[in-house]
Nanobody
């Protein structure tokens, strides 16, 4: 049974920082990618950042230079460091895992999802 559990969300002022973590269990990191998506009320779920099994990273244009995705394979954890947060970053953030390779920001690629963690910038 695969389970993804996010943590680290909260309320922060504009310009502040948060670090999200995603702990994976019952899942191996070989030949796959992990990603963070977000969904604001009334909007589509969008890809924020992704990291491949080889360590390649990809980012939505709106977060480049502010967010950093990283993974610790030994701990089965993926993190998203978010700096210089803006009110428009407010959303529910979801961790996702894919068994296949594909276009990272297409949510249908992902097989497993966490329950989400709320990030509010205000």
């Amino acid at each position: 049974h695969v389970q993804l559990v996010e943590s680290g969300g909260g309320l922060v002022q504009p310009g502040g920082s948060l670090r999200l973590s995603c702990a994976a269990s019952g899942y191996t990191y070989s030949s796959n990618c992990m990603a963070w998506f977000r969904q604001a009320p009334g909007k589509e779920r969008e890809g924020v950042a992704s990291i491949s099994s080889g360590g390649s990273t990809y980012y939505h244009d709106s977060v480049k230079g502010r967010f950093t995705i990283s993974q610790d394979n030994a701990k089965n954890t993926v993190c998203l460091q978010m700096n210089s947060l803006k009110p428009e970053d407010t959303a529910m953030y979801y961790c996702a895992a894919a068994r296949r390779r594909g276009t990272w920001f297409i949510k249908e690629l992902y097989d497993y999802w966490g329950q989400g963690t709320q990030v509010t910038v205000s």
